[in-house]
Antibody, heavy 117, light 109 residues
Framework: EVQLVESGGGVVRPGGSLRLSCAAS????????MTWVRQAPGKGLEWVSG????????GYADSVKGRFTVSRDNAKNSLYLVMNSLRAEDTALYYC??????????WGQGTLVTVSS | QSALTQPPSASGSPGQSVTISCTGT?????????VSWYQQHPGKAPKLVIY???KRPSGVPDRFSGSKSGNTASLTVSGLQAEDEADYYC?????????FGTGTKVTVL
């Protein structure tokens, strides 16, 4: 059974940093690109970042470019998102999803990030 | 990376059909056949219902269908059922990024 479990969310002050993790199981992580999607409270879905299966290529939404970094450790079956210079508008539920080219077939339950002073 | 445009709401009675549009540009929806649709119930993670414009994942009822013309993609839900009441989002590949739609709340009357 495919499972994705996010962790690392919490409350952080503006300008602070967090590292999100996504633990994958039930499939071979190397075979899949992976993606982070966020959803602000009461709002729609926003694509944040994607990374290819071997990690050699990644992309970012303009809203997070230069502040967020996606990475993966296939040996540990894990995906990461390092978030720096956090802003109030980064407050959201962050999902990891399997897939990269607008085809996300499995999703985790999300981890909540709250940026507040 | 502007969000794709969807109508805020759509509705239909049980058994009827509802169609949701998703309008992008020649840089996303119009350029790539990588358009997908997601169903999201309150408090739940999104679920893939259509990918690559017209394809249905295993387990998704054939009441869900997708299409595309130019810069606009569409999702049709036929034979509406109570459990189809949810938010629906489109998503398109856009080169080095991807973009979601603004979302449509479907109400089953």
């Amino acid at each position: 059974e495919v499972q994705l479990v996010e962790s690392g969310g919490g409350v952080v002050r503006p300008g602070g940093s967090l590292r999100l993790s996504c633990a994958a199981s039930g499939f071979t992580l190397d075979d899949y690109g992976m993606t982070w999607v966020r959803q602000a409270p009461g709002k729609g879905l926003e694509w944040v970042s994607g990374i290819t299966g071997n990690g050699d290529s990644s992309g970012y939404a303009d809203s997070v470019k230069g502040r967020f970094t996606v990475s993966r450790d296939n040996a540990k079956n894990s995906l990461y998102l390092v978030m720096n210079s956090l802003r109030a508008e980064d407050t959201a539920l962050y999902y990891c999803a399997r897939g990269i080219t607008a085809r996300y077939d499995f999703w985790g339950q999300g981890t909540l990030v709250t940026v507040s002073s | 990376q502007s969000a794709l445009t969807q109508p805020p709401s759509a509705s239909g009675s049980p058994g009827q059909s509802v169609t949701i549009s998703c309008t992008g540009t020649s840089r996303d929806v119009g350029r790539y056949n990588y358009v997908s649709w997601y169903q999201q119930h309150p408090g739940k993670a999104p679920k893939l219902v259509i990918y690559e414009v017209t394809k249905r994942p295993s387990g998704v009822p054939d009441r869900f269908s997708g299409s595309k013309s130019g810069n606009t993609a569409s999702l049709t839900v036929s034979g509406l059922q109570a459990e189809d009441e949810a938010d629906y989002y489109c998503c398109s590949h856009a080169g080095i990024s991807n973009v979601f739609g603004t979302g449509t709340k479907v109400t089953v009357l």
